[in-house]
């Protein structure tokens, strides 16, 4: 597996490339992720663990039990891989990070179960994070993948009339006597770049593509700035703001339910977080909030955060029920992320299918519409 990575030296960032998870000592400002992600959620099996925990079984019993009822939340020699590092005095925590992809949240909040010997009412929480999370992933997936098939179909077919149907047609025409209309001159200029230049551009936007990506892990700085661009000013500003909002305020409310300090909890969402912007804002923002000022007075918290959040945020501090604050600002922004991502996601599929069925229809017009006037000549 190849790891990118980034990381703070005390003068500025740098990052580049392992091939395997780094071993020494990190800083908070370290961020590390897979270069190529796996599917291996352990959703399914949290919720079958929560449930055996729930009538008084242990973890160890209870992956026992998993692993000869043969179920699919758990494979049977994952399981006996699993119940054998038991076994060996491991902690569970460090077990499933071992057999499962998960962020680093999951994996804390499993320690603090081992340490409070409260794993059911963790696995609730836990479970309830993973299940949001995977569904909006899934709707995003779900709600694209026909209009990126359709697009798809559509640039191979584009590709595909510019190269050989097109041009047979415009010499015909071109043969003719008398002047083509101009819908016709547009098609034709537009499917000979195509067909003369269409591998070319297509191949300069993945090169760019890679030249960026190259580019912005070596120097997280070139990554740094445009994250920020996109947040402040892209054209998706406000999912954007919504759905950073909804995970850091549900990770919050979960986190100062456990460990009762606002600030504590701070710190550990900011060195869990793995977008470079967000990590840097919030840090700044921590050592700001030991100087005296108020939430509201913080460049940093309002770079990220919205008036409305801030409002409530303000008043943290001398809140007595800071979870059940957070946890009103987590559903909130839920709602607000779950909407504006469903009308977005409503529009994706008939503008991407329009901008390929414009551009086809313009070159079969630019076909057709000689044809017919030649024959009504004729």
Known sequence: MIYKYIDFDGQKY????????????RSRHYIESPLFFKENSPIAFFNNLKLLTSEGYSVANAIKILKTSNSAALKRSMAEKMEQDLKLGKPFFAVVQK????????IFMLEIAEKEANINEVLDDICDYLEKKATYKRKIKNETAYPIFLMVMGIILLFFISKFVAPVFFNVLESFEGNLPKVSLVAFSFASFISNYGDYVLFAIILIYIMYFMISTK?????????KNLYQNGLFKNIRQDKFQYNFFKRFSILYKYKGNFK????????????????????????????????SEIVEFRAVFSDFAISFMEGIDRDEEVFKTTDKLAKFYEQSYGDRLSKVLKLIGPIMIAIIGVIVAIIALGIMLPIFSFTEEI
Do not use: H, R, T
Request: charged share 35%; glycine share 6%; hydrophobic share 40%.
């Open 14 to 25: 740098k990052g580049g490339f392992y091939l395997k998870k780094s071993e020494y000592s």
């Open 99 to 106: 057999y499962f992809e998960v962020d680093d949240f999951v």
């Open 219 to 227: 120097f997280p700085m070139v990554q740094l700035k445009v994250k």
């Open 264 to 295: 504590d909890s701070l710190i550990f969402i900011a060195k869990q977080e793995k977008d470079i912007y967000f990590k840097s804002e919030l840090e700044k923002a921590i050592k700001n909030l030991g100087s005296g000022k108020s939430i």
